[in-house]
């Protein structure tokens, strides 16, 4: 056993408490662990409170592998009576026990994504065994008479981020207005309320319509099928990337007009619709063809190239890889900004809130407890959020086309960082063609064109004097109305066509 033991009295030594790395720690073996035994860390100094705790421990041991039953447990409590460490762990019981009551069961995602746990990892350490009145701001925010004492906001703004300090004082304002009704602490006298801890700047990327046509595209050519298929999905659904990647057979529907998904947010656990294009359906039936079978129950639909259902990192690693051959080194766009451009489509076709909250399963409306009591997610108001997607889809590009506003900057792409479009062969293209219905696109079409499920060009005409002239599409040149027409000349194809589209 790595370190060296203890001696408790005499020279007995007491089993299986070793120190490792400068620290004291009761490491019980594979076997013990077996059985249920975990590892217990004391600190760099053994107290006889730590030995006393080593010993119950052995003793606890030894009755369970000769078959006897445990001892009536001592608990030992883990945090000082009155301290901020046992009121948090009281204030975490009480939640637990209130959502028993409620019948609600978290699920592993949504207990990892609770602030409490994640904010108390940075106060712990310097507030755990403290009690809350010897708590003073200087020690939230810094003393700038002494610029050794940094303070836990600008420790964790310097460590991690802005956004990870406002949650957490977020957490301990919360957690004190517990404290102030256990009766430890004054409700008004919160040392984190003499400073404001001011939310940051929400995320304001958005992707366009046929970016995100290109990036499936390129995903499915590059071989990622599973992760084409949840692009498209995403897409259409506006669901979460945690949401998307968890669907599975049983929750898949069908009715005489399309396709679509009933299921629990992983967040929030509200109910959501997700509802699927026409085009999104020929693709997920394309991907779920060529699976040797059927996802059906609780089986995930979206698979990696290994076969294995995507996980959160697989999932990650997989959209960049194919948001970097497509877009370069400097896009930082995300998978989960798709939920986000979804809303700007829909908010620019004039939808309603509600109608818009019951698309994104969530609180959008300006009354949230009335439209959580009155108006239940329905499958009509989610078409509905459907159709105004299209109308404020069609009021952006017309916007971006006629140059009344340029593009975000985010949204721009890279020149001269694409691979060579020869690198893809054509047999693999026009099966993917002939399978899928998604025709490979011309170079640097990203528009209307791109986005129909029939990918052929079409010829356009005008009127001029009684007159019809084929014009093409309507986006190259402008002419002395001020209508916008590309041009048919060799040049332009030529500069259209630059090398490394996906």
Request: aromatic share 8%.
């Amino acid at each position: 056993m790595i370190g060296h033991v203890v001696s408790s009295m005499g020279k007995d030594k007491i089993r299986y408490l070793v120190c490792q790395h400068g620290r004291w720690k009761w490491k019980p073996t594979m076997t013990m662990r077996t059985a249920g035994f975990t590892q217990i860390n004391f600190g760099r100094e053994l107290t006889n409170a730590d030995k006393a705790q080593a010993l119950s421990l052995n003793s606890a041991w030894d009755r369970h592998r000769r078959g006897l039953p445990p001892e009536t447990p001592v608990i030992v409590p883990r945090y000082p009576e009155g301290s901020i460490g046992a009121a948090y762990l009281r204030a975490l019981a009480l939640r637990e026990t209130e959502r028993r009551s409620k019948g609600i069961v978290w699920s592993s995602e949504q207990r990892s994504r609770d602030d409490w746990p994640r904010a108390w990892r940075w106060i712990e350490p310097l507030f755990g065994d403290c009690d809350p009145k010897t708590v003073t701001p200087e020690h939230l925010i810094g003393d700038p008479a002494n610029p050794r004492k940094i303070g836990l906001r600008p420790m964790i703004v310097e460590k991690i981020s802005e956004a990870e300090a406002h949650r957490v004082i977020k957490v301990w304002r919360a957690l004190w207005k517990k404290m102030a009704r256990f009766g430890m602490c004054a409700l008004e006298q919160d040392p984190s309320l003499l400073f404001a801890n001011s939310s940051p700047s929400p995320r304001q990327y958005v992707w366009r319509n046929g970016e995100a046509v290109r990036l499936v595209k390129c995903a499915w050519r590059q071989g990622y099928h599973g992760l084409a298929a949840l692009l498209a999905v995403a897409w259409d659904s506006q669901l979460s990337p945690v949401d998307a990647r968890s669907l599975t057979g049983n929750q898949w529907r069908r009715d005489p007009v399309g396709t679509w998904f009933e299921l629990d947010r992983a967040k929030t656990g509200r109910p959501a619709v997700a509802t699927l294009s026409r085009r999104t359906q020929r693709l997920l039936a394309a991907y779920l063809g060529q699976m040797p079978v059927e996802p059906i129950g609780f089986t995930p639909i979206f698979r990696n190239r290994s076969g294995s259902a995507y996980s959160k990192d697989k999932l990650g690693d997989d959209f960049r890889a194919v948001r970097k051959t497509l877009f370069g080194n400097e896009e930082k766009r995300q998978l989960a900004d798709f939920r986000r451009s979804g809303s700007v489509e829909a908010l620019a076709g004039s939808i309603e809130p509600e109608k818009l909250s019951s698309k994104m399963a969530n609180s959008l409306s300006t009354s949230n407890r009335l439209h959580k009591t009155y108006g239940p997610v329905q499958l009509a108001s989610v078409r509905d959020a459907d159709e105004a997607r299209q109308k404020g889809r069609a009021k952006l590009r017309a916007v971006q086309l006629s140059g009344e506003r340029k593009p975000d900057k985010s949204s721009r792409i890279p020149t001269g960082k694409f691979p060579n479009q020869d690198q893809f062969s054509a047999k693999p293209l026009k099966t993917m063609a002939r399978a899928t219905g998604l025709e490979p696109a011309a170079s640097g079409v990203t528009g209307r064109r791109s986005n129909q499920l029939s990918y052929a060009r079409r010829e356009r005409t005008r009127t001029t004097g009684g007159a019809s002239e084929w014009v093409g599409d309507t986006r190259g040149t402008v002419d002395s109305q001020g209508q916008r027409y590309r041009s048919r000349d060799l040049s332009w194809r030529r500069a259209q066509s630059a090398p490394g589209t996906c």
